[in-house]
């Protein structure tokens, strides 16, 4: 039986999110904050001008059911909080941008994602060694490697969600899926802190999903993704990657298996192609496939199922204990 204070976490994130939405809408259209269609932007295939308020109702859910409910020591809670505030604002900054059909520099972005990255860092998550499955001799990693380990993990997890927010309802399940699958390790690990910020993702992101699906009506922009992003890393590095053997190590490499594996692909051909690995375009697997001939909820099914296998396997790793 899952624990009441995991049911109150979904149930508060959930109802924050569906009650927030609405008037953060309406508020985004007097503002004129909204993301236009462009032409000249493959990647836009909206018609309409779409409201780009869902990530403050996102992060206020996850927020208030993350402080409620958790028992996180004080420093990492705060610094988890901090992170996630600058990314929202320098996100709500591109965003801004995007309004008024702009790009905004990458550098301040980089600057800020691994800022976030670094205060983690120094409130004590970190991804600091393994379990030898031979030896069951514990490793330590080196200091410096686990400083460069844990950024690149959340800094890398931070962008693979946001380049996957590109098509409706898409980050939203995807995150929904991963968050759900490592609630599931957290709870088999007995892990409370992570479960509960799992839980919560899991009740913005679903709750999200309800304006978000085909043809969406409010979209959470560069803030939200960059956030439910730099969540997940956290979460994987709060609880899964904790006490993890060397196969086990793959059970949240595995829980975010599309975005991560679809985004090594686009960088790799970025590089090899000579272009910034930073220049949006339309390369990604959901492009990929709309080019193909699927329409975007064919699109976004399939990718959900794959993310849905991508999971189980992992859970499977899990069970094996290995």
């Known amino acids: 039986m899952i624990p009441i ?10 109802c924050i999110v569906m009650l927030l939405i609405p008037p953060l809408r309406r508020l985004a259209f007097r503002l004129d904050f909204v993301d236009k269609p462009r032409k000249d932007v493959e990647r836009k295939i909206h018609r309409e001008p779409i409201p780009l308020t869902a990530s403050y109702a996102i992060f206020i859910g996850f927020a208030v059911s993350f402080l409620f409910f958790s028992k996180e020591s004080a420093s990492q809670t705060i610094a ?23 790009d905004f ?17 120094l409130s004590g998550i970190t991804f600091s060694g393994f379990y030898n499955p031979l030896s069951g001799e514990y490793i330590l990693l080196p200091v410096w490697l ?5 950024i690149l993990w959340i800094f890398g997890v931070t962008t693979v969600i946001n380049f996957s927010d590109g098509m409706d309802g898409l980050a939203g399940g995807l995150t929904a899926i991963s968050a759900g699958t490592l609630f599931v390790v ?33 979209f959470m922009g560069d ?13 994987a590095l709060d609880g899964a990657f904790k006490q993890a053997t060397v196969l086990s190590l793959f059970i949240p490499i595995l829980a975010l298996g599309v975005p991560i ?14 272009k910034p690995i930073y220049q ?11 080019k193909s001939g699927l329409n975007p909820k064919q699109v976004v099914a399939f990718l959900c199922l794959i993310s849905v296998c991508f999971s189980l396997t992992s859970i499977i790793l899990l069970l094996l204990g290995v």
């Open 280 to 290: 949006a375009d339309a390369t990604q697997v959901h492009y990929r496939l709309l």
């Open 186 to 218: 957290a709870l088999t690990k007995g892990q409370s802190t992570s479960a509960v910020m799992a839980i919560s993702l899991v009740g913005v992101s679903l709750a999200y999903l309800r304006y978000n699906k085909p043809p969406a009506k409010i």
């Open 261 to 274: 594996f679809d985004n090594l692909f686009v960088v790799t051909k970025r590089l090899i192609q000579g």
């Open 105 to 121: 520099p990458a550098l301040p972005k980089l600057i800020i994602q691994v800022s976030a990255a670094v205060i983690v860092y």
């Open 146 to 150: 686990q400083f460069i380990l844990t």
């Open 5 to 14: 204070q995991y049911a109150l976490s979904f149930i508060v994130s959930f």
């Open 223 to 235: 803030a939200g993704a960059t956030f439910l992003g730099f969540i997940l890393a956290v979460i």
């Open 80 to 102: 988890v909080l901090c992170g996630s505030l600058l990314l929202l604002t320098i996100g709500t900054i591109d965003d801004w941008y995007k309004t008024q059909g702009k």
